[in-house]
């Protein structure tokens, strides 16, 4: 805790989903849900930011009634409080082509974001004529995960993250939740210092490294846990209330 002192304030709470905020089931539990509710009573914005496009948050932040910033897409995305795009960042369509390629020549399993759409398992027909946002590899077998890895950190065009130990997350280099965090202070007026930040893999790994108090899921990845100033519980118990409780309430 060296790096966080206690007289400041928190005015902003980041939020992965997946891992951090949603169970296993995919649900928010109903003590997330009140210390969340509470936390904005109280004057604290609440920000999604998430490795999902916006297509796939929207339901979680009506039920939350969040009416704030979003950060989508790893940080490839971030919109405005009447949900306008604020910023975009996007993928070549070569550059898309040839991650297709090389998810079919390893046989993996891979999911793609574009501006419209979300594909599994599958892409459209003319990948050249989408915007894309996101890659992602779904990779069972290490030694091909690291192969392919060392293949796109060669390119030099990417920021390489995960949201499970996995697969492989794929984004423009530079693009990142702590960017797109900082964007969305900036037009606040909040310094990142007020920024409590909780995740749970590799790409909450910059947020929770940037924000003044980073926070780590018990069911994180090492390296998260270890880059945090504090672990709290896990997903399946209530761990984003609990740090919300301690930290902010």
């Known amino acids: 805790m060296e790096n966080f002192k206690n007289d400041v304030k928190i005015k902003l709470i980041a939020l992965d989903m997946d891992g951090t905020l949603l169970t296993n089931k995919h649900e928010i539990s109903a003590a997330n849900r009140q210390a969340i509710k509470e ?5 604290v914005i609440v920000v999604l930011s998430t490795g999902r496009s916006i297509r796939k948050v929207r339901r979680h932040m009506d039920s939350l009634e969040l009416t704030s910033y979003l950060v989508t897409v790893n940080g490839s995305e971030i919109w405005d409080e009447n949900r306008e795009l604020v910023e975009r960042s996007i993928v070549k369509t070569d550059l898309m082509q040839w991650m297709w390629s090389l998810s079919q020549e390893h046989n993996t399993g891979f999911w793609a974001i574009s501006t419209e759409n979300n594909y599994y398992g599958e892409m459209p027909g003319d990948i050249h004529e989408h915007e894309w946002l996101k890659f992602g590899f779904t990779i069972e077998d290490d030694t091909i995960r690291e192969k392919i890895f060392f293949e796109l950190q060669e390119k030099g065009e990417f920021e390489l993250t995960n949201s499970t130990p996995k697969n492989i997350e794929v984004n423009p280099s ?62 399946n118990e209530d761990g984003v209330a609990i740090a919300i409780q301690k930290w902010v309430l």
């Open 39 to 43: 936390a904005r009573e109280k004057g």
């Open 174 to 235: 530079g693009i990142n939740k702590a960017k797109g965090l900082q964007i969305v202070c900036e037009r606040l007026g909040i310094e990142m210092k007020n920024v409590m930040a909780v995740g749970d893999s590799l790409n909450d790994l910059a947020m929770i490294e940037e924000a003044g108090l980073g926070v780590a899921m018990e069911n994180a990845q090492d390296i998260v846990k270890k880059a945090a100033d504090w672990v709290t519980a896990s997903n």
